[in-house]
């Protein structure tokens, strides 16, 4: 279950802040950030952080909102940093002025709408680095807290999505075209090659370094980039439509881009999703599962950690705007959500791994206004389980200070 706008002159800004390092060809030289981290910068608690589609409200992440994730003040006043990783991603584009609509993923839309091509790739990057919203609404959020706790103990991370390159522009209409992306080097990718494919991801990672670093932020870290698909397709999936969605042989030649650059590279599936138990193989950094007890209470958190164990990786902790007390129910949301808590500490899971943080679009900042006593008392609990996280007195200091 699947949950939820490059012109010569930005070429050549972008070749004027690289470094002389190449890695695998001209467009992986290194910016300084990069060739000066001493180790993969990672994160001990990571918020899903979704923007870009026109339904969001509200639509922009600034300053403001930031606010709530970047401290936490508690009962008695003080005031605390909270996630150190912001994960920046987004699964489709809907109620565009323009009333078309986009997926940046196989199996969003599937009645409606189109897969994103170049242009839309494009414009949900700008999205990302317009002036006081997301990157730089952190940084500035950032910068606010600074000035009242001092130096954080490192750069806030930031993590950036990548889009998933949907072989046909409707994933499930083989009739439809697989050259509707664009063109890149005057030549029209062709999505049934994975070379063309693979070509697109770079070029997206390139955009993104280089908008980071036109933006000369002082107090985030472009860390690493996040896997948008939470299933991975293989050829022993006979039940699925492989030849439709096939991720398997791309993720390596995406990884070791990012890895010569000094980037994680990460992943969320879903529950059981294909290849969550061989995310090594797809040379994943970091991969937290999504238990989807939240929502179906009929799955075992028992069966769920057990399986986080065996296969090594890390929890997604899930909740959204059900959990406030005025939706009818929330309080078996809540109830849900400490099981989430309850059998992460049971399984030794807190505290010896990373985790991420699925909160909906804003259930957090709303929590955090609410004046309702039940929606404080969780919003405290929650706060209290990120900032109690025993691994960050481990992990301080990796990466870019």
């Excluded at 709530?68 to 005031?79: A, L």
Aim: net charge negative.
């Amino acid at each position: 279950m699947t949950r939820r706008f490059f012109s010569v002159a930005i070429i050549a800004a972008a070749i004027a802040g690289f470094t002389g390092f190449s890695c695998t060809g001209p467009q992986s030289r290194m910016y300084p950030w990069e060739k000066n981290r001493k180790s993969l910068a990672t994160t001990t608690d990571a918020v899903l952080c979704y923007g870009g589609s026109h339904h969001r409200n509200p639509f922009l992440w600034d300053k403001e909102r930031f606010a709530p994730y970047v401290t936490y003040v508690d009962q008695e006043g003080k005031e605390q940093w909270l996630f150190d990783g912001f994960i920046f991603l987004e699964s489709q584009d809907v109620d565009r002025p323009d009333s078309a609509a986009y997926t940046y993923m196989t199996g969003v839309l599937l009645n409606t709408g189109v897969a994103a091509g170049k242009e839309q790739w494009q414009e949900l990057i700008d999205y990302y680095f317009a002036e006081g919203n997301c990157v730089d609404g952190l940084e500035e959020a950032v910068k606010a807290a600074e000035s009242r706790l001092g130096k954080a103990p490192q750069k806030r991370r930031v993590i950036m999505m990548i889009p998933d390159p949907v072989i046909y522009h409707h994933y499930i209409d083989t009739t439809t075209t697989t050259t509707y992306w664009g063109a890149l080097d005057g030549r029209q990718l062709d999505f049934r090659k994975n070379e063309d494919r693979i070509a697109a991801c770079k070029w997206y990672i390139d955009q993104v370094r280089a908008k980071f670093a036109e933006g000369n932020y002082e107090h985030v870290d472009l860390a690493g980039f996040y896997w948008l698909r939470e299933a991975i397709a293989q050829p022993q999936d006979t039940a699925y439509s492989y030849h439709l969605t096939r991720s398997d042989i791309m993720l390596p030649h995406i990884a070791e881009y990012l890895h010569g650059l000094n980037y994680t590279f990460n992943w969320i599936p879903y529950n059981d999703a294909r290849g969550y138990a061989d995310w090594r193989k797809f040379d994943f950094d970091q991969v937290y599962m999504q238990p989807n007890h939240y929502w179906k209470p009929e799955i075992s958190m028992d069966t769920v950690c057990t399986m986080i164990n065996r296969a090594g990786t890390s929890m997604e902790f899930e909740f959204e705007a059900s959990i406030l007390k005025a939706w009818p129910g929330s309080d078996v949301y809540r109830a849900r959500f400490r099981d989430y808590m309850k059998y992460a500490r049971q399984y030794g899971i807190y505290g010896k791994r990373p985790l991420a943080y699925y909160q909906g679009s804003n259930a957090l900042y709303n929590l955090s206004v609410s004046s309702d006593e039940t929606d404080k008392e969780f919003f405290h609990e929650f706060c209290r389980f990120v900032i109690g996280n025993p691994l960050r007195s481990q992990q301080s200091g990796n990466g870019n200070k």
